[in-house]
């Protein structure tokens, strides 16, 4: 009797753990259907590669040529801008301007703003030809323009009016600065460069982003609710969401979380509106609000800090050892002449172009991580993924380690595509099937 009741409970015990079993394999469902349904696990790189093929090679060759060929602009741009200073120098036309600002005021800080004004026309006009070139027939060549030449001409006008402001905002109290300092000039000069960038940072989205394209309040509430859900949650005190006209310039999608305090706003261009599905704007959004959140804005500003004061100090020493040899021949009369900026111009872009990986590794850096905070905030891997085979149009998609180290300002779209799948990877749930079969339309 004993050994039956034993095997009784045997029995039964036995029949509970088949039972529990057969009830708790569907219930291990912590795996999604599709996940179980595949015999592999997922292959990163094979998803990587499949988004890549979206891209027509046609398609693909013209966005590998036209960024590449930015490379040589780089270079171009800053030959130009030494040949047109040195003209102003060797000429004397720098000198000459200096000479009529001081006939017509003896107010120092008017005559940097009478000679700024000479300079910035005159260097402007000189290097128009170029800019027409690259910014307007070039960017037509490669369907990446929406503009005739009259609007964008118009912009080109009103960027140089802002620049003309601006310009004289930084000149005066830099030139100030370099007559009371003397020798130390760059340690203070650099400091009130630091704050003229916070500055500008500062009004840009307010007060220059709408003289060049047209802000109203986005009324779709399709597409707000979900944006404003998400800065809510992200701890964007946003209460509005923006979107401007950037289809007047061209086919590009972008977006910005910018300002601070009662400045800020979320604003996110008409070609992201018309050109992506939700998922697509969702996950372009939380990467916006990744620089917020991160504080982007204050750490870019730190780092661009320390480049400068290390350019200054390299201006510092350009201009004097170059003055000390040809200052009289160009009629400069010194490092406090206002005389001097042309050639503080071709020190400057040098330095600037021998800092061209830093600052793209500055700015690259802060990018990726806002990749990365957009991914978790949106959870749209494959969303994500579409939008950077949209931005493959102008900057090419699969470039080797020195070239992206160097020249991008943003990560790669093979990069940014590695990172989405390799989320997507951890958090199988978010596979977004529609996304996958996408086909992207390509302007050209
Ligand atoms: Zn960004």
Known sequence: MVRASWLILLAILLFEVVASAQTSAPGAASVPPNQ??????????????????KMPPARRAASDAYFEGGYWLQLWDFLCTVFVMWLLLRFHWSARMRNLAERLTHF??????????????????????????EGYFREHKYGLLNQTFGPWLRDQ????????????????PLFGVVRKLGKNWWVWGSVLMIVFAAFVSLIAPVYIAPLFNKYRKLEDARVRDPILSMARANGIP????????????????????????NTLRISL??????RCTLPEIETTMGHEMGHYVLNHEYKGIVMFGVVIVIGF??????INSSLARSGEKWEVRGITDVAVLPLAVIVFSLFFLLMTPVMNTISRTMEYEADMYGLN???????????????????????????????YDHPSGRTRITAAMRWKAEHPESANPDEVARPLSYTK
């Open 108 to 133: 120092h800080p008017l005559q940097t703003v009478l000679y700024w004004i000479q300079f910035f026309v005159v260097a402007s006009v000189l290097t128009f030809p170029l800019g027409i070139y």
């Open 269 to 274: 261009n008409d070609n992201l509106l018309n």
């Open 313 to 318: 100090a390299f201006l510092n020493w350009g």
């Open 377 to 407: 905030a949106a959870q749209q891997p494959d969303g994500e993924a579409n939008v950077d085979m949209l931005l493959g149009e102008y900057r090419k998609l699969d470039p080797g380690p020195v070239e992206e180290f160097i020249f």
């Open 157 to 172: 006008v009103v960027a140089l009016i802002v620049g003309l402001v601006l310009g004289a905002i930084l000149m005066v």
């Open 238 to 261: 946003a209460t509005d969401v923006y979107e401007f006209d950037a289809s007047r310039q061209s086919n590009r999608v972008s977006a910005n979380v910018s300002g601070f305090a």
């Open 36 to 53: 179980t349904a595949a015999p592999h696990p997922f292959d990163i790189r094979a998803a990587v590669d499949a988004y890549l093929a």
